[in-house]
Nanobody
């Protein structure tokens, strides 16, 4: 079982930046996909960004050009650099990994963007 711990959330003004970090409890070198989801109040959880073991990335349309996902296999870390933040980016951000048929989640970190 992979344990994930997120950090880096907080309160920021619109236009600001945050960098989210996700620490995995085991070596991530061979993990298929890692990434981030977010859940805004009253809304369903949506996928924000993902990165494969080969380094391919995907983003939700609203994040393209503003967010960058990266992974550091040596440190067992995944990051989400978020720039030009908007109030609509507010929510709880969850790190996830897909390992084979299993999906593991972190507990989330709150991101609040004020207008």
């Amino acid at each position: 079982q992979v344990q994930l711990v997120e950090s880096g959330g907080g309160l920021v003004q619109a236009g600001g930046s945050l960098r989210l970090s996700c620490a995995a409890s085991e070596n991530i070198f061979s993990i298929d996909v890692m990434g981030w989801y977010r859940q805004a109040p009253g809304k369903q959880r949506e996928k924000v960004a993902g990165i494969t073991s080969g380094g391919s990335t995907t983003y939700v349309d609203s994040a393209k050009g503003r967010f960058t996902i990266s992974r550091d296999n040596a440190k067992n870390m995944v990051y989400l650099q978020m720039n030009s933040l908007k109030p609509d980016d507010t929510g709880v951000y969850y790190c996830y990994v897909r390992k084979g048929i299993y999906v593991y989640w972190g507990r989330g970190t709150q991101v609040t963007v004020s207008s």
